[in-house]
């Protein structure tokens, strides 16, 4: 399996799920007749890389091109059909809906206040009168105060009787403000497990002054994260490092491997963290940039085992095909755009950034840096689109504050064993410091975020163009030696 027929499929499928979920069902005509330019081309190449009376360079050509054309037109309709968004469904007009039994799907997250939110899949709903009606669909809850500590305590898959009103917000179209929740039936045994495991974590780091930001590093919980902190790492530029993505599941799976290697070997090793992989996410929850991270390193695996190539550009894009057809609505959020866009500029614009300056700095130094202008170049255009604020601090904070960050979210697993409290306290305090300095430098306001993307593009381009002259350059070199 090569990379770029694979890489030209998650192009295709990105193209028009992206496009279809800006311009919705009207871009639909429009799409089918695309696709069906792409696949006539297609299948014109396969016709023509067949014909006697070609000669074998234009054989070779044709059968390139057609086998692209293939892969884009294959990534097209997948797009396609992931980007069918499934309406909720109520049975009764909003107005009249004051009560909801459904399943609630995720662990609900909890705000300063006392209140929180999740989201419920719908069984039926309730009307005046007592009007009952089949329901189907995700709605976002908001839960009173109250309820949140029992939400917790029984956790994901419990059955929910939920009574309140529907009302419209910015984010998203369909939104249930609950006054009161009845816990109607507990979750399944293997849920109360899980639940139990994050409750006991939460509870042995939650009451340290470190505890927050360890528990948002390691479960992805952020509720009794430091809120000066949390602005201290978006003002930095940082933001990235406290959303639970393949950095932080390297951490924890290299730990494990650091302890298997020897007695299991490679792939054993491996095997062993696919499966601690696959249950890491079941603790977790929903992360759409988790579930990126965990798809590449389960793909790596098998590749291991000889399954295909270890290229991780045919891993990305083996991933994203996989993750908008089994999970559609996640292509839609900001965590899983950011982080297929930032692991596309790594190992794209970044690694060709690296061998630019390779020899310039020192390698560790070079490394990093050209990691983080390849993540920030690639996500430029959507930070700004969705935030109008573009941080460049984060290119040269992140050189510190990252390798840091680490070192914390090691020392906070290490702590679940051994007492490190006062030594996680002083790397807190150093975090909290420079975070609080690199936030002191003003960001760039954006109004326009096309002239960013264009930028981006530019200067994409321009790093390429640089590479391939001073790739031609060592090429053109004389080779000498001494006698």
Same mark, same amino acid.
């Given at each position: 399996?090569?990379?770029?027929?694979?890489?030209?499929?998650?192009?295709?499928?990105?193209?028009?799920?992206?496009?279809?979920?800006?311009?919705?069902?009207?871009?639909?005509?429009?799409?089918?007749?695309?696709?069906?330019?792409? +696949?006539?081309?297609?299948? !014109? =190449?396969?016709? *023509?890389?067949?014909?006697?009376?070609?000669?074998?360079?234009?054989?070779?050509?044709?059968?390139?091109?057609?086998?692209? @054309?293939?892969?884009?037109?294959?990534?097209?309709?997948?797009?396609?059909?992931?980007?069918? @968004?499934?309406? +909720?469904? *109520?049975?009764?007009?909003?107005?009249? %809906?004051?009560?909801?039994?459904?399943?609630?799907?995720?662990?609900?997250?909890?705000?300063?206040?006392?209140?929180?939110?999740?989201?419920?899949?719908?069984?039926?709903?309730?009307?005046?009168?007592?009007?009952?009606? /089949?329901?189907?669909?995700?709605? !976002?809850?908001?839960?009173?105060?109250?309820?949140?500590?029992?939400?917790?305590?029984?956790?994901?898959?419990?059955?929910?009787?939920?009574?309140?009103?529907?009302?419209?917000?910015?984010? /998203?179209?369909?939104?249930?403000?609950?006054?009161?929740?009845?816990?109607?039936?507990?979750?399944?045994?293997?849920?109360?497990?899980?639940?139990?495991?994050?409750?006991?974590?939460?509870?042995?780091?939650?009451?340290?002054?470190?505890?927050?930001?360890?528990?948002?590093?390691?479960?992805?919980?952020?509720? /009794?994260?430091? =809120?000066?902190?949390?602005?201290?790492?978006?003002?930095?530029?940082? @933001?990235?490092?406290?959303?639970?993505?393949?950095?932080?599941?390297?951490?924890?799976?290299?730990?494990?491997?650091?302890?298997?290697?020897?007695?299991?070997?490679?792939?054993?090793?491996?095997?062993?963290?696919?499966?601690? %992989?696959?249950?890491?996410?079941?603790?977790?929850?929903?992360?759409?940039?988790?579930?990126?991270?965990?798809?590449?390193?389960?793909?790596? #695996?098998?590749?291991?085992?000889?399954?295909?190539?270890?290229?991780?550009?045919?891993?990305?894009?083996?991933?994203?095909?996989?993750?908008?057809?089994?999970?559609?609505?996640?292509?839609? =959020?900001?965590?899983?755009?950011?982080?297929? !866009?930032?692991?596309?500029?790594?190992?794209?614009?970044?690694?060709?950034?690296?061998?630019?300056?390779?020899?310039?700095? &020192?390698? %560790?130094?070079?490394?990093?840096? @050209?990691?983080?202008?390849?993540?920030?170049?690639?996500?430029?255009?959507?930070?700004?689109?969705?935030?109008?604020?573009?941080?460049?601090?984060?290119?040269? #904070?992140?050189?510190?504050?990252?390798?840091?960050?680490?070192?914390?979210?090691?020392?906070?697993?290490?702590?679940?064993?051994? &007492?490190?409290?006062?030594?996680?306290?002083?790397?807190?305090?150093?975090?909290?410091?420079? %975070?609080?300095?690199?936030?002191?430098?003003?960001?760039?306001?954006?109004?326009?975020?096309?002239?960013?993307?264009?930028?981006?593009?530019?200067?994409?381009?321009?790093?390429?163009? !640089?590479?391939?002259?001073?790739?031609?350059?060592?090429?053109?070199?004389? &080779?000498?030696?001494?006698?």
């Amino acid at each position: 399996m090569k990379p770029v027929p694979v890489v030209c499929t998650a192009l295709g499928a990105a193209i028009s799920y992206y496009a279809r979920a800006f311009l919705g069902d009207r871009c639909v005509p429009w799409f089918l007749g695309a696709l069906g330019v792409s +696949v006539v081309w297609a299948s !014109l =190449t396969l016709v *023509l890389a067949n014909a006697p009376w070609f000669f074998h360079a234009s054989v070779r050509l044709w059968r390139v091109i057609q086998v692209y @054309s293939a892969a884009f037109s294959i990534g097209f309709s997948l797009g396609l059909a992931a980007g069918v @968004s499934q309406p +909720v469904r *109520l049975g009764l007009p909003q107005a009249q %809906v004051i009560g909801m039994y459904g399943t609630l799907v995720n662990d609900p997250r909890a705000f300063q206040d006392g209140r929180g939110m999740g989201y419920l899949v719908l069984q039926n709903i309730r009307g005046p009168g007592g009007i009952r009606s /089949t329901a189907r669909g995700k709605a !976002l809850v908001f839960f009173p105060a109250g309820a949140i500590p029992r939400l917790r305590e029984f956790g994901r898959a419990s059955e929910l009787f939920i009574e309140g009103f529907f009302f419209t917000s910015q984010d /998203t179209d369909l939104v249930f403000r609950a006054a009161s929740v009845h816990i109607v039936k507990p979750a399944p045994a293997w849920e109360q497990f899980r639940t139990s495991i994050r409750m006991n974590l939460m509870a042995r780091l939650d009451h340290y002054p470190w505890g927050g930001l360890a528990l948002a590093l390691l479960l992805g919980v952020r509720d /009794t994260l430091d =809120t000066g902190l949390t602005q201290g790492y978006q003002q930095a530029g940082c @933001s990235h490092v406290l959303a639970l993505s393949g950095m932080h599941l390297a951490i924890v799976s290299g730990v494990l491997a650091f302890f298997l290697r020897k007695p299991l070997g490679l792939k054993g090793a491996a095997l062993a963290g696919a499966v601690f %992989v696959i249950g890491y996410i079941y603790l977790i929850g929903d992360l759409p940039s988790l579930y990126r991270a965990a798809l590449m390193y389960l793909l790596g #695996a098998l590749a291991l085992m000889g399954a295909w190539p270890r290229q991780p550009a045919l891993l990305l894009g083996m991933s994203f095909l996989i993750q908008i057809m089994v999970w559609p609505e996640s292509g839609h =959020t900001i965590s899983f755009i950011l982080s297929y !866009l930032a692991l596309w500029g790594i190992l794209c614009i970044g690694e060709t950034l690296y061998e630019l300056i390779r020899g310039k700095l &020192p390698d %560790v130094l070079a490394q990093g840096l @050209s990691a983080s202008l390849g993540a920030f170049i690639a996500t430029g255009a959507v930070v700004s689109w969705c935030f109008g604020m573009l941080r460049p601090v984060g290119i040269i #904070a992140g050189l510190l504050i990252v390798p840091l960050t680490t070192l914390f979210m090691v020392g906070a697993m290490v702590a679940l064993v051994v &007492p490190i409290g006062m030594v996680l306290s002083l790397l807190y305090d150093v975090l909290e410091g420079l %975070v609080s300095l690199a936030g002191q430098v003003p960001g760039l306001p954006v109004s326009e975020p096309v002239w960013v993307l264009a930028a981006s593009l530019g200067i994409s381009i321009l790093i390429m163009v !640089l590479n391939n002259r001073l790739r031609a350059l060592r090429n053109n070199l004389v &080779p000498f030696s001494y006698y």
